[in-house]
């Protein structure tokens, strides 16, 4: 596992639960960050913090990535922060809300496209040439157990989305690894303590879920941030076009 002291991320949706663990876990590894959000100051400044007690260099940059000339500035300004970027993480993604097929209109389904899946590539098209300077260089993107099994009730165009993501790391690391750019996933399960299940999540459908889980637990936002530090940290490695799932054995590739 190659080191990560003074090697430059982007981390998307880092303000809270998993992205800002991924943050996290980054900083402690030793990179610097630039630290995207959308909603709310609290967690990126609680990382800026962090960053300064651990010698490390970190700013936040607000930007909604679904409007291309944010997401298109937010690149931009993260680089020149940063010096450039050795590590993007494509952390940001939503269900918006449940909704059965028969209720599904096409304001809602390109909401969902946008949010899941033009952000990444946005921001993955904006950052490539930042990351191919660098002497290998390394893509975490964010897919889910949904895009795997379809997700539960109301989560069609979600699951839609989070499948794409698969194929968009598989082709996006045959295209990229020539440059020197590794390309991988991870897909969470079921992890707590995140505005995704906060919301979108009962107390009683996620019983059931860990009911079916071998591991007889929900996972945590650590959970996340653990394998995609080390998939970061494999910027040199032989590492691509994979995705790891995380999901306590649910599910098994």
């Not at 390109?110 to 191919?132: C, F, S």
């Not at 295209?175 to 995704?196: D, Q, S």
């Amino acid at each position: 596992m190659g080191s990560l002291v003074g090697k430059r991320a982007l981390v998307t949706g880092a303000e809270q639960g998993i992205g800002k663990a991924v943050a996290e876990g980054l900083l402690r590894a030793g990179c610097d960050i630039a630290i995207h959000y959308f909603m709310g100051e609290e967690g990126p400044q609680e990382l800026v913090a962090l960053a300064k007690s651990l010698g490390r260099k970190a700013d936040y940059f607000r930007a909604d990535l679904t409007r291309e000339a944010d997401a298109v500035e937010m690149v931009k300004n993260a680089a020149e922060f940063l010096g450039g970027l050795d590590v993007l993480v494509n952390n940001v993604g939503g269900l918006v809300e449940r909704r059965s097929l028969e209720r599904v209109d096409l304001p809602f389904w390109q909401k969902v496209i946008d949010i899941n899946m033009t952000t990444m590539m946005i921001v993955t098209r904006e950052a490539v040439p930042h990351l191919a300077e660098s002497k290998g260089a390394s893509i975490v993107n964010l897919a889910s157990l949904a895009g795997r099994k379809g997700g539960h009730g109301g989560s069609l165009i979600y699951s839609m989305t989070k499948g794409a993501v698969l194929t968009f790391t598989r082709a996006l690391a045959s295209e990229l690894g020539p440059r020197g750019i590794r390309v991988n996933a991870v897909a969470p399960g079921l992890i707590l303590g995140t505005r995704f299940h906060n919301t979108h999540t009962t107390q009683q459908s996620a019983d059931e879920t860990i009911k079916d889980i071998p591991l007889a637990r929900a996972g945590d936002v650590y959970d996340i941030a653990r394998p995609i530090v080390f998939l970061a940290s494999e910027y040199d490695g032989f590492i691509n076009g994979e995705t790891i799932d995380i999901n306590g054995g649910v599910y098994c590739a």
